[in-house]
């Protein structure tokens, strides 16, 4: 990532972000998920909700998993989930300390457009520099 790395990494939340790049799962870790996802029915897939005890033997045993490695697999999806959902209701939980803020209401210009898009100025219809005309 190099700059930008740690441009986010001075965003209240994203300082873990460094740490999150440099712990990627290796080829076992996603073999094991990969298994663990295949042992699982597609009701299983589409609802977490339903999977008990005997559920998760089945698919640890299918998946030549642990336990273990079943309920870790769920608990970061879980998570994952919840963190999903914050985001898109418009918050980060490591941000709970700026609850409230909001951004400031961009600069509008004459005739309701936005500066910074599409500029300043109304160009003209035409070829360079409006020396064409189109009619």
């Known amino acids: 990532m190099g700059p930008l790395e740690s441009v986010l990494g001075m965003i209240p939340g994203l300082g873990n972000l460094k740490q999150a790049a440099e712990n990627r ?9 990969e298994a ?17 005890g005997s ?6 045993k299918g998946s030549g998993t642990s336990v ?12 994952m989930k919840r963190v999903l959902q914050m985001i898109g209701q418009g918050g980060l939980p490591a941000m709970k300390g700026m609850k409230g803020m909001k951004l400031p209401p961009m600069p509008q210009q004459a005739g309701g457009r936005h500066e910074g898009f599409g500029g300043g100025k109304k160009r003209k219809k035409g070829g360079p520099w409006g020396l064409i005309k189109t009619r």
């Not at 799962?25 to 998920?33: A, F, H, I, S, Y």
């Not at 663990?36 to 008990?52: L, Y």
């Not at 559920?55 to 640890?60: E, G, L, M, T, W």
């Open 68 to 79: 273990e490695d079943v309920n870790r697999l769920l608990k970061q999806f879980n998570e």
């Open 55 to 60: 559920r998760r033997k089945r698919i640890a």
């Open 25 to 33: 799962p290796d080829e076992k870790q996603l073999g094991r998920v």
């Open 36 to 52: 663990i996802i295949g042992s699982m029915t597609a009701e299983e897939r589409g609802n977490d909700k339903i999977i008990n």
